[in-house]
């Protein structure tokens, strides 16, 4: 029985026809933009074409906290998992990826007072180019959206705690500008 476990494990994890590096860490660079957004995406190359990816985001960040009237926050912790394709083979040129991906938020206090929290559930789509730099770096440029299901409360203000609207609600939202630095190995 162990031996067959060990059988299946070595054929998902060598694949046949792979060549070069199986796996990839990167972190976009554009997230530490987003009030100090914390990122990383850990990658596995299945095959010459495709490629498991499973990331997270996170930011703890409230700013001004000791003046609530000008308090504000974009606080996450953000988990994703899924596949990428690449025309032409991995960690280098043209890929499209799709992801699950869960995010617990709290933001507000930038454009407005108003404050939301709650749980996204959804799925993204991306397109992007991956640029090679080196025998181990890697550049990636791209974009994408995701959408899914919002379980939300909405506050008039970051430290009053007033509801406004509570509920569940479909969304659609722009996702991931990234320029990401990645190292393969």
């Not at 730099?133 to 899914?148: A, D």
Request: charged residues 15%.
């Amino acid at each position: 029985m162990r031996m067959r476990f060990f059988a299946v494990l070595l054929v998902i994890l060598i694949p046949t026809g792979l060549q070069g590096r199986r796996f990839s860490v990167s972190t976009n660079l554009l997230g530490y933009a987003q009030l100090g957004t914390m990122n990383v995406d850990f990658s596995y190359a299945l095959s010459r074409k495709w490629s498991l990816l499973v990331g997270a985001r996170y930011n703890p960040f409230t700013y001004n906290e000791a003046e609530p009237q000008n308090q504000f926050q974009l606080r996450q912790q953000s988990y994703s998992v899924g596949a990428r394709l690449w025309p032409w083979h991995t960690w280098s040129g043209w890929w499209f990826s799709s992801k699950l991906r869960y995010q617990e938020y709290n933001q507000g206090g930038i454009i407005s007072r108003e404050t939301s929290e709650g749980d996204r559930v959804g799925l993204g789509l991306y397109s992007g180019y991956t640029l090679m730099l080196s025998k181990h770096f890697n550049m990636e440029f791209g974009i994408g959206f995701w959408g899914g299901l919002d379980i939300y409360t909405r506050y008039s203000c970051p430290e009053c705690g007033l509801t406004v609207d509570q509920g569940q609600k479909f969304f659609m939202l722009p996702d991931d500008v990234m320029v990401s630095v990645a190292y393969v190995f």
